[in-house]
T-cell receptor, first 114, second 117 residues
Framework: DAGVTQSPTHLIKTRGQQVTLRCSPK?????VSWYQQALGQGPQFIFQ???????QRGNFPDRFSGHQFPNYSSELNVNALLLGDSALYLC?????????????FGSGTRLTVV | AQKITQTQPGMFVQEKEAVTLDCTYD???????LFWYKQPSSGEMIFLIY??????QNATEGRYSLNFQKARKSANLVISASQLGDSAMYFC??????????????FGKGTKLSVKP
């Protein structure tokens, strides 16, 4: 049973560019959340998608946008990249009606902006 | 404001000994959940243990137990019989209810645990 799959694992982008990160949720999960983890910090919530709609959003600018597809996979898009966007981006999947502790995290995408 | 505080940036423990990682939380909500995750250098967040705010008994999962003191708003993780493979970052997190379904997680800054042979 595959867990959460994120791609790519690493990438390097230049300031001002745009990037798309991808996440395939654990089989049977229907909700995807994205987190940003800066070096030496805990993850910070970006947004959550359920039924192809953004259901919750953290304190992130509109440069951060997302999408969820009918197969529950999700994309995170970041426009006009800043040096401060360099971080590990984690995807977590869950079942909307599932157990309280039903989050499964991927290994993340490490983004470096130069 | 909802917040998780982990005051120990780093901890050392001798192999086979027990260690306690501290976590305090701040919320005015009555319904919430508390989590501990382990993050090895690979980056993946590994779920360790969960405690609901209405659970009367402290949660246990194998070598992990959660010392839940609701009045003090603390949720410390106790790892018994430490192993070398326990060396990693440990994060305490809180989930607030959102419309009856799962809300987002609020994380602390983490504690780096190093197990010495």
């Amino acid at each position: 049973d595959a867990g959460v799959t994120q791609s790519p694992t690493h990438l390097i982008k230049t300031r001002g560019q745009q990037v798309t990160l991808r996440c395939s949720p654990k089989s049977g999960h229907d909700t995807v959340s994205w987190y940003q983890q800066a070096l030496g910090q805990g993850p910070q919530f970006i947004f959550q998608y359920y039924e192809e709609e953004e259901r919750q959003r953290g304190n992130f600018p509109d440069r951060f946008s997302g999408h969820q597809f009918p197969n529950y996979s999700s994309e995170l898009n970041v426009n006009a990249l800043l040096l401060g966007d360099s971080a590990l981006y984690l995807c977590a999947s869950s079942l909307a009606t599932g157990a309280n502790y039903g989050y499964t995290f991927g290994s993340g995408t490490r983004l470096t902006v130069v | 404001a909802q917040k998780i505080t982990q005051t120990q940036p780093g901890m050392f423990v001798q192999e086979k000994e027990a260690v306690t990682l501290d976590c305090t939380y701040d919320t005015s909500d009555q319904s919430y959940g508390l989590f501990w995750y382990k993050q090895p250098s690979s980056g993946e967040m590994i779920f360790l243990i969960y405690q609901g705010s209405y659970d009367e008994q402290n949660a246990t999962e194998g070598r992990y137990s959660l010392n839940f003191q609701k009045a003090r708003k603390s949720a410390n993780l106790v790892i018994s019989a430490s192993q070398l493979g326990d060396s990693a970052m440990y994060f305490c997190a809180m989930r607030l209810n959102y419309g009856g379904s799962q809300g987002n997680l609020i994380f602390g800054k983490g504690t780096k645990l190093s197990v010495k042979p």
